[in-house]
């Protein structure tokens, strides 16, 4: 049986997103990051090579590794959250590029929901301008641990310093009016391939890393026994067989913290407790379990357990609720309107729920509150109160982004509707709206 827990302090694997205006030459970026990290095929280089060709470019655009759909290598734009995967001798990567302007703001948040780091490119040329600060803005409302500022394009503007510190400031102040926890400020030139994965001849005055040697250090993952254990069930085992005739096992995927064999728990929402008989993960007996370990846990009682119940600690479980307060992106061509009937996916559980309020919806270019706004369109950011049909354990999202989160769906045909985060907006300085039954407008 295994007891030890591994030490995560550097993790193989890291999700980053990347963002930038309109023309700020992300996507440019991602594929030099690509290129010259020996993550592209032979065929794929190939292919851009001759599209890059029958566009008159004399050198490859390696935009075009990240922009696949038509529309995007048409309008030179990206649209869809575009995912890619490649890997150095240090570490694995998952980037999830993701499209700059205001009408995909629901991609971004789609492509940041995962991400441990993000990627907020500016042009050196522009600074710092709206759409920075709305990136900025969802990377905080989506508690990304990690922001890199690039400031690209400094083959325009001279590479000079004079032209990066303050763009580095202003945005790091900014940020930290958000609650962003660390931002690195790293000045590039895509195009040229200046501190993207090798250092640049041309800016001496810069002693940090590149992007990609950021992108390897960065420390992302925690230690698991920090956190309070959360294990949704994701399905009951029952083989019934000669061999296993009285088996009973609650098969999921750990979301946070440590599960030891021998310790006391409570099932949620019914509250009953047991203790940890044994995981068994990967056919085989351990007697400790960590996040994201996908196992399964037995009970010494014969309690009442199903897929959505959720299994934690009973020194540290998390209260049910079924009047819920959240911050929610609105994914959906749909509005979302007070009195919609919905279905609310927390972890592995689905309850009907009621859209009681919508307090407020924020506007992401100067973080003001709109009272009350009726409903909230797509790519909307605003404020929710809900009612379930039945009570969840749900974490607010400050503290867990696994359990912290949730989607609400349509009940017709389970379209997405819009994705929630329990809790408050920001982790600092901006004000939740007041509640008033007069701002109502429709």
């Known amino acids: ?50 599209a890059s060709r029958s566009r008159g470019h004399e050198a490859p655009d390696l935009a075009l590794l990240t922009d696949g759909l038509r529309a995007e290598r048409e309008q030179g734009i ?19 590029d993701t499209p700059g302007h205001v009408q995909y703001t629901r991609n971004m948040v789609t492509g940041a929901s995962t991400a441990e780091l993000a990627v907020v490119l500016v042009d050196a040329r522009n600074g710092v301008v709206e759409q920075t600060r709305r990136h900025a803005a969802v990377a905080a ?24 510190a303050p763009i580095a400031e202003e945005f790091a102040a900014y940020a930290a009016s958000l609650g962003v926890p660390e931002v ?10 200046d501190n993207v994965v090798t250092p640049s001849a041309h800016m001496n005055w810069y002693g940090g890393p590149t992007v990609l040697e950021h992108l390897e ?21 029952r083989p019934r067989t000669a061999a296993h005739p009285d088996y009973r096992g609650y098969a999921g995927q750990l979301a946070s913290g440590v599960l030891r064999v021998g ?69 959906a061509d749909r509005p ?28 992401l270019d100067d973080l003001s509150q709109h009272p009350y706004p009726g409903e909230l369109a797509a790519n909307d950011i605003g404020r929710v109160v809900l009612r379930t ?25 389970g379209t997405t509707l819009t994705a929630g985060m329990a809790g408050a907006a920001f982790a600092a300085g901006v004000a939740e709206p007041v509640a008033d039954d007069e701002g109502w407008d429709f």
């Not at 250090?217 to 085992?237: C, E, L, S």
Request: charged share 20%.
């Open 389 to 413: 049909a039945e009570p969840l354990a749900l974490d607010a999202y400050a503290d867990s982004r696994r359990t912290g989160s949730f989607l609400l769906i349509d009940p017709a045909d």
């Open 1 to 50: 049986m295994t007891s030890a827990i591994p030490d995560t302090s550097a993790t193989s694997l890291l999700r980053f997103a990347t963002a930038g205006s309109v023309d700020d030459g992300k996507s440019t970026l991602v594929g030099r990051l690509l290129h010259d990290s020996k993550s592209v095929l032979a065929d794929q280089l190939e292919a851009v090579e001759h």
């Open 78 to 96: 990206t649209i869809d959250v575009a995912y890619r995967y490649f890997a150095t001798p240090r570490r694995r990567f998952i980037l999830a």
């Open 184 to 193: 690195t400020a790293i000045p590039v030139s895509a195009l040229a391939g």
């Open 217 to 237: 250090n960065v420390p992302v993952v925690a230690d698991p026994t920090g956190d309070p254990a959360r294990f949704p069930v994701q399905y009951v085992i």
């Open 263 to 331: 310790e006391s728990v409570t099932v949620l929402p019914s509250g009953r407790t047991s203790t940890v008989a044994g995981i068994d993960a990967l056919g085989e007996p351990v007697d400790v379990a960590w996040a994201p370990q996908s196992v399964t846990v037995r009970l010494t009682d014969d309690v009442d357990v199903s897929r959505g119940d959720l299994i934690a600690p009973t020194a540290g479980a998390p209260g049910t609720t079924r009047d819920v307060e959240a911050t929610v992106c609105h994914v």
């Open 336 to 363: 979302l309107r007070v009195g919609d009937r919905v279905l609310l996916k927390h972890t592995t559980r689905t309850v009907k729920a009621l859209v009681k309020a919508l307090p407020s919806r924020l506007t």
């Open 141 to 164: 409302l989506l508690r990304v641990p990690h922001v890199v500022l690039a400031v690209n394009k400094m083959d325009l503007a001279g590479y000079a310093e004079e032209v990066f």
